[in-house]
């Protein structure tokens, strides 16, 4: 009988080992896998060179003549911006504005020309009864959300992260997670712009109105905008929900968890790109409201680094990005039902995922088609990306209502907007594969009735821009009347004018 015991307790020991194994086994390759991207990567590196200016893509190095620092006091720099431009108009100069810089095209920058740094004029100022911010078209979202914060107020409209400025985020006319919302220029009630004259002229949908809707989503090619009063909401407690979908269902799924739902303050979009299942699978995210809910203080985002390494190890892996999707769909079930202020949310800059590693780049593109054909278009990209030697690392699905306020608009009607960001070698071959797909997803966009952001590379060709943009051409007639030397100049303007 002890010898039965003994063998029973003998064989529970090697079951109980053998399980272990097994658990070491299975955790041992993802464990080591994310411990030695952890350690691989490298600390953020300024590249920058005296006498030059580059942007995001960190493939537009130009040299420059002049970099000019905006100072904070209102009449200091409505000043100096004033003389600046009568003195580049007199000498036959070229100017363009720069806030974070975080487009990839060239957009804040022209060759031999002045920049003209915005970001250090950031004043605040909050109407808290009419709910509207006055604030300096250089500060940064990361500036305005803590600002708002010690008011109860947060932003309306903005992108998915703090780090761009607020001139910038206008004159691309951003658009963010806020469901059935128009882009940023439905939240602007006015802005001051200091014109190509030198003068300042009130710009709103009373005054000045298609100066108004043409620096909207103009690329600062109309003057530079002194300062923005834009709409606010209240800051309030949202609960997180996620959803594992299939793509081929999202616009139905979009619908039942968010048109159907009644208050939903905020809400995403993922679909996976790990290539053993390319497309066929997506995670709707939303964040209902909360009533009667004490408020959170605004902290850090937690587990950046974590997050960070994982996001960062789907770079050029297959594996890796299989891993992220395991652990995005497990992240959903953790997620749901976590509490989150709207400035929590609003809160997070691109440091946190950005490609540190000077051989390679992160780029991005976005699509918008219309929501009956959302499906037909992730079919499309199924097919088109894998033809191409490009590593695509994320794609995030936005919704953005009909735009009645910008000249050069992307949304026409309601669209969804498809966010896809790669991770691009810093070499002429990887930029020609990229040029390709990029028409080539364009294209797909263009036979849907959709259309592209203008604020990326510039890899569309003219022909896809003017079909993309019908009233380009009489957007850039319009550039001629309000700036007949064409003072204000970017690489966008004279790679399309």
Avoid at 77 to 96: D, R, W, Y
Wanted: charged share 25%; proline share 3%; glycine share 6%.
């Amino acid at each position: 009988m002890a010898t039965e015991n003994m063998k029973g307790r003998f064989t529970i020991r090697r079951i109980i080992l053998l399980l272990v194994v097994v658990v070491l086994i299975l955790i041992a390759r993802p464990v080591s896998f994310l411990l030695y991207n952890y350690f691989k990567d490298k600390k953020p590196v300024s590249t920058e060179r005296p006498g030059y200016t580059n942007d995001a893509s960190n493939l537009n190095e130009t040299k420059i003549g002049r970099l000019v620092k905006v100072p904070e006091g209102v009449d200091e720099a409505t000043e100096q911006i004033s003389q600046l431009i009568k003195q580049a108009k007199a000498e036959g100069k070229k100017i363009s504005i720069a806030g974070a810089q975080h487009s990839m095209g060239g957009h804040t920058i022209y060759p031999d020309g002045i920049v003209l740094d915005m970001k250090g004029f950031h004043y605040m100022r909050l109407d808290s009864i009419k709910n509207i911010l006055l604030v300096g078209s250089g500060a940064l979202w990361s500036e305005i959300i803590p600002y708002l914060e010690k008011s109860g107020r947060s932003v309306a409209v903005m992108q998915s992260n703090n780090s761009f400025s607020v001139g910038g985020s206008i004159s691309v006319n951003c658009h963010g997670w806020q469901p059935n919302s128009a882009p940023i220029a439905s939240t602007v009630e006015s802005f001051r712009l200091i014109n190509a004259n030198g003068d300042i002229v009130i710009c709103s949908r009373h005054e000045n109105t298609e100066l108004f809707s043409l620096v909207l989503g103009g690329y600062g090619l109309f003057g530079v905008i002194l300062d923005i009063n834009l709409k606010v909401t209240d800051n309030k407690m949202y609960r997180a929900q996620q959803h594992v979908i299939k793509s081929k269902d999202y616009i139905r799924e979009f619908d039942r968890f968010v048109k159907e739902k009644a208050g939903i303050g905020l809400a995403y979009g993922r679909i996976n790109i790990n290539p053993g299942n390319f497309m066929n699978e997506g995670i709707i995210t939303t964040f209902s409201i909360l009533q009667d809910t004490v408020m959170q203080a605004l902290e850090k985002s937690g587990y950046a680094s974590v997050r960070r390494t994982v996001f960062r190890s789907s770079a050029n892996s297959g594996y890796g990005k299989d891993l992220r999707w395991k652990a995005e769909k497990l992240a959903a079930s953790q997620m749901t039902g976590k509490k989150f202020s709207r400035n929590q949310l609003l809160n997070e800059g691109v440091e946190v995922f950005q490609n540190t590693d000077t051989a390679y780049t992160d780029i991005l593109h976005e699509y918008f088609i219309p929501r009956d054909s959302v499906i037909q278009f992730i079919e499309a990209v199924k097919k088109i990306i894998p033809a191409y030697k490009t590593d695509l690392l994320n794609i995030t699905v936005r919704n953005v209502k009909k735009d009645d306020d910008s000249f050069l608009r992307y949304a026409g009607e309601e669209v969804f907007g498809f966010v896809m960001l790669f991770n691009q070698s810093r070499n002429n071959a990887a930029e020609i594969e990229m040029r390709a797909l990029t028409q080539k997803l364009i294209d797909a966009a263009l036979a849907l009735k959709g259309t592209y952001y203008l604020p990326y590379r510039l890899h569309a060709s003219r022909e896809q821009m003017y079909r993309a943009y019908p009233n380009a051409k009489a957007f850039f007639l319009l550039k001629k009347k309000y700036d007949p030397d064409e003072i204000f100049q970017n690489r966008f303007y004279s790679t399309y004018k």
